[in-house]
């Protein structure tokens, strides 16, 4: 195979054993069929053998010690992505590579055009605003319009800082600690030869324990639940349709706490949430990586609607402290782009249909629709239209403010709505309160067993 020049950054490279008859028909392969696409993606082939050449490209894309053996390994043949993420065994099976070349040369790109108006419409009028600007009402009415033209919704500066940094320690704690979570996987099968479909790790948390993750989580979803609401009144007037798609969520799943390790420029595929009815209405991620900077990966891609839409909506940095609210179905299909940094993040789903299968909160009741305990205080009310809402409830402070006199009363509970699935019994009771607290909102407890990885993003 003959390839001239240094690889370029955006190069996708393969190293192959030349002494091996079996790798050089594989890179044969694998470059004709390249050749043979309507835009090739820009493509280099390296004999392992360059040990020179080997170590600039090793040096250039951060690879680690371990990663640079197997580049050695005999008879083998592994290709580079440009983000330093490694395709292994295409000796074997040179099937994942042509899958992601082929991927690649699909993928389209938004015009400047596409870029600035989405930038001009949303985007800049929300930054002219500071301290919780997402509880002003022109800011609800702006991302209530953009969640219905567009799909998704970007809130930074989300939680209070405070918050966020108690969040972020309690999810680097749990990827830090032995076993603290586990590796994330989908129906679609976790492994193939070479590749992982997704690279996250992750870990299910309930609301209203003891434990720093779950204080952090049950204070996350009260913010949630506030702006939620808050863009569902603003939305009656300038986006119709999101309010009723609002209205219609009765249910919050667990929270997961994800890390995307670098060591293995972990990734997720293009991918919707819910693509097989399981109920997910809206997914809720808050990214939790402070100093992020542009080469560090992780980005969010999201595309056009539609299940084989290839065509890029936009691209989004996760940032500390900023929220992603986007529809769980085939509006927003997405991927993960490969990680270069550690990339942390905290997801919850909320649900406009029980799924028997993973415990749910309902956020019209005082229980759990699966195993949650009784008793526990209701979400916070709605506010009054036009009115900035008030700030969640924070643990161990002290209560919030009374509603505003003449205030239009909390909508009534949904009736008739689906009875929730039977308390899974057999189970560990939730950790007692703590003293002197104020009542979290009502939550999941370990009641149930988190739920299967296969309903993961």
Not at 137 to 165: N, T
Not at 229 to 245: F, I
Not at 360 to 373: I, R, T, V, W, Y
Request: charged letters at 20%; one cysteine or more.
């Amino acid at each position: 195979v003959a390839s001239s020049g240094a690889a370029a950054p955006g190069d996708v490279v393969v190293v192959y054993d030349p002494s091996s008859r079996q790798a050089g028909e594989t890179v044969l392969r694998v470059e004709e069929d390249n050749a043979r696409a309507p835009r090739p993606v820009a493509y280099r082939a390296l004999k392992a053998t360059d040990e020179v050449a080997l170590a600039e490209l090793a040096a250039a894309r951060g690879l680690s010690e371990d990663a640079f053996k197997v580049l050695q390994r005999p008879s083998a043949v592994t290709a580079i992505l440009p983000s330093g993420a490694l395709i292994e065994d295409l000796e074997v099976d040179p099937g994942p590579l042509i899958r992601e070349l082929r991927y690649r040369t699909c993928l389209e790109q938004p015009t400047p055009e596409e870029r600035e108006q989405l930038e001009e419409a949303y985007l800049k009028p929300l930054q002219l605003l500071r301290e919780r600007w997402w509880w002003n009402p022109m800011a609800m009415s702006v991302l209530a319009r953009q969640l219905d033209e567009h799909g998704f919704v970007l809130i930074d500066g989300f939680l209070p800082e405070a918050q966020a940094r108690h969040l972020r320690a309690a999810n680097e704690e749990l990827y830090r600690s032995e076993g603290g979570m586990q590796r994330g996987a989908t129906t679609g099968g976790q492994n193939r030869v070479g590749i992982d479909h997704r690279g996250d790790l992750l870990k299910w948390v309930g609301f209203g324990g003891a434990t720093d993750a779950e204080r952090g989580v049950t204070d996350f979803a009260g913010c949630i639940e506030v702006a939620l609401d808050a863009m569902r009144q603003c939305a009656q007037r300038d986006a119709p349709s999101v309010a009723q798609a609002l209205s219609g969520v009765r249910w919050r799943s667990e929270a997961m706490l994800t890390c995307y390790p670098a060591e293995n420029r972990a990734r997720y595929f293009r991918h919707t949430d819910n693509s097989t009815g399981n109920g997910r209405a809206l997914t809720a991620i808050l990214y939790l990586n402070d100093q992020w900077e542009p080469g560090h990966g992780g980005e969010l891609r999201l595309f056009h609607p539609g299940a084989e839409n290839l065509k890029i909506k936009t691209e989004v940095a996760p940032l500390w402290n900023r929220l992603i609210l986007f529809w769980s179905d085939e509006r927003c299909p997405h991927e993960v782009l490969s990680a270069c940094q550690d990339r942390y993040a905290c997801t919850i789903w909320y649900y406009d249909g029980l799924n028997p299968d993973i415990p749910l909160f309902d956020l019209n009741s005082q229980g759990a629709a699966a195993g949650g305990p009784s008793g526990a205080a209701p979400p916070p009310p709605p506010s009054p239209v036009g009115a900035v809402p008030p700030p969640p409830p924070v643990t161990g402070a002290a209560p919030p403010p009374p509603p505003v006199t003449g205030a239009a009363p909390p909508p009534p509970p949904v009736t008739g709505a689906v009875p929730p699935p039977p308390v899974v019994t057999g189970a560990a009771p939730p950790p007692p309160p703590v003293t002197g607290a104020v009542p979290p909102p009502p939550v999941v407890s370990g009641a149930a067993p988190p739920p299967p990885a296969a309903w993961a993003s």
